[in-house]
């Protein structure tokens, strides 16, 4: 969309289809160039000046549509689209798609294989909490995960409410095998981070990159 105006994503906003295909054809572009298999579909905001409840039909109606023709063109390429409930407590007051379970009943509805749930523990945290059930509940719908430490929005070891060597560790118990996207503001640099990544691979016996010791 616009960034200008105020847009944050196209997908579920009324008037907007013709500008969201046009996105969505250039996103496809770049992903084949990059061997990227996954494109995150952003719903966006609430128009302004409208009242969330009198849109919530008419969005949910474009949204559904939306990503229909969306995973249909994203089949061919052999790709997946991510949908991300964004909190509109602390992030994007103004932002459509809030929680996993609005995502997950949108994504029932549309019924499309190749379209998942991209599952930002930060935000989910925020609007929700009951992290292990949510994780346990929605992880068989999830194709991508993100993190960050609430409220700071920093690295997973900063101070803040989660703790997430248990979170890691659940991942792993319920059989999480794609990537974990770092999607935080480092409080001091790119490199340093990544201390607490390393931090967290010495603490289970492996190299830094992930592999084992054993295996060296």
């Known amino acids: 969309g616009d960034p200008q105006a105020g847009e944050m994503g196209l997908a579920a906003v009324p008037g907007r289809e013709p500008a969201f295909r046009q996105g969505l054809a250039s996103a496809v572009q770049y992903a084949r160039s990059l061997g990227c298999h996954r494109i995150h579909l952003m719903a966006g905001r609430v128009p302004r ?8 039909n008419a969005m949910e109606t474009t949204f559904t549509e939306n990503l229909r023709y969306a995973a249909d063109l994203l089949a061919q390429e052999d790709m997946i689209g ?3 409930p964004i909190n509109n407590r602390i992030t994007d007051p103004h932002y459509y798609l809030n929680t996993p379970q609005q995502a997950a009943a949108i994504l029932e509805k549309v019924g499309r294989p190749n379209l998942k749930l991209q599952l930002d523990i930060f935000h989910c945290q925020i609007m929700d909490g009951n992290l292990t059930r949510n994780l346990e509940t929605y992880l068989p719908l999830t194709g991508h995960i993100q993190i960050a430490q609430v409220p700071g929005r920093h690295e997973p070891d900063s101070p803040g409410e989660l703790n997430f060597p248990y979170i890691f560790k659940l991942l792993e118990s319920l059989g999480y095998s794609g990537y974990v996207g770092c999607e935080y503001a480092p409080k001091a640099g790119t490199l340093e981070g990544l201390g607490w990544l390393r931090s967290y691979w010495e603490s289970r016996g492996l190299q830094h990159g992930g592999t084992s010791k054993a295996a060296e």
Do not use: S, T, W
Request: charged share 25%; net charge negative.
């Open 82 to 84: 991510l949908v991300e």
């Open 49 to 56: 000046g409208a009242d969330r409840a009198a849109m919530a």
